[in-house]
Structures are given as structure tokens and as C-alpha cells.
């Protein structure tokens, strides 16, 4: 009697130890991460720092290790990967995930922020929360908004100093068709491509041009085959790093708040890299010898932009309250 007493005792035990080894294993969350930039990149370190201050917040229940320059796939493989749980945190420039997103091609309407500052405010404040609510619905929690700075043009040939300089001019655009109506309203030819591709066509001739902020222009190499960069600052693009709805449900409600607090940490750390790195890749192209040309008078660009105000509008309706928001932020 005495020795099935024990026996069943034992089997109890190492039944409830089992159980508790697979607890255990079960809230340990190993996230892989996507990242279009070089491991020196601000976004780079910004995800790095994530992981990182997940980790310690979490005391190891949450990991991550970020996989960066794309390794994992373009922008938009990566953007639908993330909704459907494949990968588990990305960090994405929010042009490309309007495709997925309509509302969020709010913050893609050229000129629609007016400094990068007027951004912040904006992204942290309510409409940064509207915008997330519209990304959850989607399979993306968004948990910080990154820095990408202001997106200029730059090209092979000439200055541009109005809208009439870019007329014919193959430009490539992020895949986005209110990129692509950006550019054909200025007489442009916008040609969506990857990222990786952008160096070589500008060399080869495919395009012309493209549009991007100082550290992407420099960290590419672009400026050594497109040397003439013109401010236009027409974009004032936020960034979002995001989880994957799959992945994010599976956390407890302690663990997604440690999570949440460690990417707006992270988030900190990044806008104060992105601006060092701005100037510092501004100074590194002046150097080389690129010829860069300030625009004080942006009204001939931004008057071209009013059908892509309207044409964006009559896609998604909710737009219409989303800009009236923004230009309410002071």
C-alpha cells in the first residue's frame, strides 16, 4: 500500500514538474526580426536596443534576434510575412504598409507634416494612436515610431529646382501608388522597385533618379551614381516597429506591457541616432562632391500635389478626417 502511495506520489510529481518544464517552455517567446538597413544603421541599433531591453524587461521570457539588409525578404514580402506570423517584429517605413493599411497613407501625403518635429507630435499623440488601431485590425502592432527624417530627390542629371525639371525623368518610387501619383503629377515617370536594385539601375540607366533622406542616400552609395540631391523634403516619413498581431497574442498582458515599454525606449535612442547620422551623412556627401541644392520656395511643389490630395481622399474616405487631425497638431 505504502509503495503505491509513493509511486502514484512520484507519478504526480513528475507529472506536475513536466507540466511546469512545459509552462515554462511555452511563455519563452524567441522573435526573429526583419530590417531593410545595414547592421550600423540607426534603425539597426534602434531594433538591437529593443531586443535587448525586451529581454532584461521580460527576464528572458522574450529574445529576439534582428536579421538585417533584408536578409529575410524585400519590404513587402516582409510587410505580409509579419501579418500573417512568419516573422515575428519588424521595422517598416510606413509608405509600404499602406498597401496593406489604407489609413495609414495618411502620413505618405507629401507635405502633409511640416517639420520633423510637427511629425513627433503627431505620431505620439492621437492620430499615432488612430493609426495603430487600423494597423492592429491588420495583424501589425505597431508599439514606437521610428525617425526617417525628410525624403528629397536625387538624380543623374540636372538640379531640380521646380516641378518642370522632372518632367521625363524615370524615377523610382517605393511600391505605393500615391508615390507613383507624386511623381507623374510633377511629369515624372515613377517606377516602383526594391531597394537592393535602386544602385545598379541608377548606374545602368534604368532610372533616372529616386527619393530618400540623408543616411539612406549616403549608407547606399547612391550619391556616388546620383550626385545631384535637391531638397525638396517632400516626405516626411515616420517609421513604425511593429509586432505581429500572431505573435504579440501570445505574451501575457505583464510581458506586452515590458515589450511595449522597451521598443518606446528604443524609440528614443533612435530619433537621437537619426539625427547624428543625418548631419554627419550630409557633411560626408558635401565632401565627395555632391551637388546639393536647397529649395526656399516649395509652393510650385506642393500646388502639383492637389490631385494626389483628392485622388487619395476618394480611395479612402478616412483620410479626410486624418489630415484635418494633422494640420490641427501644432
Request: glycine share 6%; with cysteine.
Amino acid at each position: 500500500m505504502m509503495k503505491t502511495m509513493i509511486a502514484r506520489c512520484a507519478t504526480a510529481a513528475a507529472g506536475t514538474a513536466l507540466a511546469l518544464a512545459l509552462m515554462s517552455g511555452a511563455a519563452q517567446a524567441e522573435w526573429r526580426g526583419w530590417n531593410i538597413h545595414p547592421p550600423e544603421y540607426p534603425v539597426s541599433i534602434g531594433m538591437e536596443k529593443f531586443a535587448e531591453l525586451a529581454k532584461e524587461k521580460t527576464k528572458g521570457r522574450v529574445t529576439g534576434k534582428v536579421y538585417h539588409s533584408a536578409v529575410l525578404g524585400d519590404q513587402s514580402d516582409a510587410i505580409s510575412q509579419v501579418q500573417l506570423g512568419a516573422i515575428d517584429f519588424a521595422e517598416f517605413n510606413m509608405g509600404p504598409i499602406g498597401t496593406a493599411v489604407p489609413e495609414v497613407n495618411v502620413v505618405s501625403l507629401p507635405f502633409i507634416f511640416r517639420s520633423v518635429d510637427h511629425m513627433h507630435r503627431v505620431m505620439d499623440g492621437p492620430v499615432g494612436d488612430k493609426l495603430a488601431a487600423a494597423m492592429e485590425q491588420k495583424g501589425l502592432v505597431a508599439l514606437a515610431w521610428y525617425d526617417s527624417g525628410a525624403r528629397s530627390f536625387y538624380n543623374t542629371k540636372k538640379p531640380i529646382t521646380s516641378p518642370n525639371d522632372m518632367k521625363g525623368m524615370k524615377m523610382r518610387v517605393m511600391n505605393n501608388t500615391l508615390f507613383v501619383g507624386m511623381v507623374e503629377s510633377m511629369g515624372g515617370n515613377a517606377t516602383p522597385m526594391p531597394y537592393s536594385d535602386v544602385y545598379q539601375s541608377l548606374k545602368t540607366g534604368v532610372i533616372d533618379g529616386a527619393e530618400n533622406n540623408w543616411p539612406s542616400y549616403e549608407s547606399s552609395n547612391h550619391y556616388e551614381v546620383a550626385g545631384y540631391y535637391s531638397l525638396t523634403e517632400h516626405l516626411i516619413l515616420p517609421e513604425c516597429l511593429c509586432v505581429s498581431k500572431t505573435s504579440w497574442s501570445r505574451l501575457s498582458a505583464e510581458d506586452q506591457k515590458a515589450v511595449r515599454e522597451a521598443a518606446r525606449e528604443s524609440a528614443t535612442l533612435q530619433r537621437q541616432l537619426w539625427a547624428d547620422r543625418e548631419a554627419k551623412s550630409r557633411d560626408m556627401i558635401v565632401k565627395a562632391g555632391g551637388k546639393i541644392n536647397e529649395i526656399t520656395n516649395k509652393v510650385p511643389f506642393q500646388t502639383q500635389m492637389v490631385a494626389v490630395y483628392e485622388d487619395a481622399i476618394k480611395k479612402t474616405p478616412a483620410l479626410k478626417d486624418l489630415i484635418a487631425d494633422i494640420k490641427a497638431v501644432q
